[in-house]
């Protein structure tokens, strides 16, 4: 069982940044894949980005060159640092752990006015 917490949305102007953090209950480095997932009203949960537990990224090309995952296994935080931010990226992101069993986080809001 893998409990994990979202934090860091919020309201941003297009152009700005935020940092999401996805902290585990338990340690990460036996979690083989994070990732970042995110809705918007009216849309399907689509993939942001994952990264491997040997730190290998991938990202939707939406947010390539913008968006960077990263992972802390000290801490058990998966991050998502997320530059030029623009108003299709509204939606609310969740972090997901994938080992035999996926999980899910709460979700955190992120809305960019234009």
């Known amino acids: 069982q893998v409990q994990l917490v979202e934090s860091g949305g919020g309201l941003v102007q297009a152009g700005g940044s935020l940092r999401l953090s996805c902290a585990a209950s338990?340690?990460?480095?036996?979690?083989?894949?994070m990732g970042w997932y995110r809705q918007a009203p009216g849309k399907q949960r689509e993939l942001v980005a994952v990264?491997?537990?040997?730190?290998?990224?991938n990202y939707a090309d939406s947010v390539k060159g913008r968006f960077t995952i990263s992972r802390d296994n000290y801490k058990n935080t998966v991050y998502l640092q997320m530059n030029s931010l623009k108003p299709e990226d509204t939606a609310v992101y969740y972090c997901?752990?994938?080992?035999?069993?996926?999980?899910w986080g709460q979700g955190t809001q992120v809305t960019v006015s234009s």
């Open positions: 338990r340690t990460t480095s036996r979690i083989n894949v």
């Open positions: 997901k752990a994938k080992t035999v069993f996926e999980y």
């Open positions: 990264i491997s537990s040997g730190g290998v990224a």
